[in-house]
């Protein structure tokens, strides 16, 4: 579902391949409803050794992330701090992660490559960065942890899912027709550096 | 007070300033981004400024560390031959991180190399890593304090160029590794530069020059002269915060050089991120403390 409100624009899940036809690369978005953090060993997992994941996330988001969790009582847990990590190290498996458990919006820090891209364009799904080093105002949009599955994995790697409200502000960097943000963008940065580069040698020949 | 008292105090203290500086940034990293971001006028860019004004404002309020990542521990010294606990003080900044993990809390980043694993209190073999420089004929002590985040620390490079690549060759290495690593450190950063002649020493002192203050520059003509062309350039290149586009990428490039053999080069850069977690503080001989990176810090 796709809801508006304050003028922020709410993903709410289960989240459809329509609600992202008009999600563009550089947009700005929130998120409702359920988050799983999901990271390495847990694609890997799902990938390598083809286990089925324990926590549903098709229609729904995950979250590139290790959070700090605080256990509570009656097994319970408070989020305390969560931020994204490099989404790159997810980008070998995103492609089959993807097809096989129909997540539609990943979360994490940094562009992706053609995997995810791919991934996006085939099974309607979309990449977004939430602005790292925010640890807090992650954590304050989460309501509640339901779940903690694969605990065997250790704090950082346990799949967490959480129900959040208004997550973000998340920036699609991958849409649904595969475009990419950050590969767009670097071409420009590049463009500009080998112009800057030469502009400034010219003015730094110390060694006479 | 005796010794063991003494060291009880200085390591408490030290342990409680570290645990500050993960909640709240010093006092110009928060005015240089105040300054950018009332420069930005894109969204984007807005939006996330936004974002990082009310999560310190956050991290405060709930008193929990503003960034996940609390990275490794550095200390730089300044340390007088006449300072009393200066054959305590490698040994009482350890026990002081230890403190401040479990009480801030840090997250644990500090994992033996070789045997791989982690050791849960964010000290191990050389960390927290500890530089020291000796003041003569001085009983005080002066420390810079350093959150190195893992997402900052992967741009830093160090290589030795040859003389007739020049300082042009300089500027390249600085300028490629902020469109291929830089973009993903969680600008905009302080980008710090070491010219002298290997890479350790080119190294060292890139890491220093992120501990000078933003808006410090070079005593040198033409190294403050460089200082301002790389960062207007990197400014150019249109990075902005985050690596999504905008108007400014650095807080600052600070460089830092010496004497270097004539048929070298060495050149290193480091970077820190936003969330610039340095502090800096000096003691007295009798463990009186002044702060001057985070105004109104009491220990
Ligand atoms: S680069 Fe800095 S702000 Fe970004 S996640 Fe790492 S420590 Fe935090």
Redesign the interface.
Same mark, same amino acid.
């Given at each position: 579902m796709v809801e508006y409100r304050d003028g922020k624009k709410i993903l709410v899940t289960p989240i459809s391949a329509e609600d992202l036809k008009d999600v563009h690369i550089?947009d =700005?978005l929130y998120l409702s409803g359920s988050l799983t953090t999901c990271r390495d060993v847990a694609h890997r997992r799902v990938v390598e050794e083809g286990r089925e994941i324990p926590v549903d996330v098709r229609n729904n988001a995950i979250l590139h992330a290790? #959070?700090?969790i605080r256990p509570l009582e009656n097994d319970k847990f408070e989020m @305390? +701090? &969560?931020?994204p990590t490099?989404s790159?190290r997810m980008e070998k498996f995103e492609y089959e992660f993807v097809k096989t458990t129909g997540v539609r919006v990943i979360v994490g %820090?940094?562009?992706m490559k053609e995997n995810t891209a791919n991934a996006c364009k085939d099974f309607g799904c979309i990449h977004c @960065?939430i602005? !790292?080093?925010? !640890? &807090?105002?992650a !954590? &304050?949009c989460v309501e509640e942890i339901e779940r903690a599955e694969w605990r065997d994995l250790g704090m950082p790697e346990t799949l967490w899912n959480c129900r959040v409200k208004e997550f973000g #502000?998340l =920036?699609v960097s991958i849409d649904a027709e595969g475009r990419n943000?950050?590969e767009e %963008? %670097?071409i $420009?940065?590049?463009k500009? %550096?080998d $112009? *800057? @580069?030469e502009?400034? +040698?010219k *003015?730094?020949?110390? =060694?006479k | 007070m005796n010794k063991e008292a003494q060291v009880q105090k200085m390591t408490d203290m030290m342990a409680k300033f570290v645990g500050y500086t993960g909640k709240k940034l010093p006092d110009d990293v928060i005015a240089k981004l105040e300054e950018l971001r009332a420069k930005e006028t894109d969204a984007l860019p807005k939006v996330i400024y936004d974002t990082m004004f009310r999560n310190q404002e956050l991290a405060v309020k709930l008193d929990r560390p503003s960034c996940q990542d609390t990275g490794v521990l550095q200390f730089w010294l300044k340390c007088g031959t006449g300072f009393p606990l200066i054959n305590e003080l490698e040994g009482l900044l350890k026990e002081a991180v230890i403190k401040a993990t479990k009480e801030t809390p840090l997250r644990h980043n500090s994992v033996e190399t070789f045997d791989e694993y982690n050791t849960g209190k964010n000290v191990g073999k050389g960390t927290p890593t500890v530089w020291w420089d000796i003041v003569p004929n001085w009983d005080g002590c002066e420390i810079y304090t350093y959150m190195a985040g893992g997402g900052c620390t992967l741009p830093g490079n160090a290589t030795v160029l040859m003389p007739g690549e020049g300082y042009e060759g300089v500027t390249k290495f600085v300028l490629d590794r902020m469109t291929s690593y830089g973009l993903n450190a969680c600008p905009p950063l302080l980008v710090g530069v070491g010219v002298a002649t290997s890479v350790e020493t080119a190294a060292l002192l890139s890491k220093k020059a992120l501990m000078r203050p933003i808006g410090s520059h070079s005593e040198n003509e033409r190294a403050a002269k460089m200082e301002k062309l790389l960062e207007d350039g990197i400014n150019a290149i249109g990075i902005g915060p985050q690596g999504m586009g905008g108007k400014y990428t650095v807080m600052g490039v600070n460089i830092e050089n010496t004497a270097r053999h004539p048929s070298a080069i060495g050149v290193a850069v480091n970077v820190g991120c936003w969330s610039h977690r340095r502090g800096h503080i000096v003691f007295d001989k009798d463990l009186n403390y002044t702060i001057t990176s985070h105004s109104g810090c009491v220990l």
């Open positions: 550089g =700005i290790g #959070p700090i @305390v +701090s &969560v931020g490099t790159m %820090k940094g562009g @960065v602005p !790292a080093g925010n !640890a &807090v105002v !954590a &304050v #502000p =920036i943000y950050f %963008k %670097k $420009e940065y590049n500009r %550096k $112009e *800057q @580069v502009l400034i +040698s *003015q730094v020949g110390f =060694i | -």
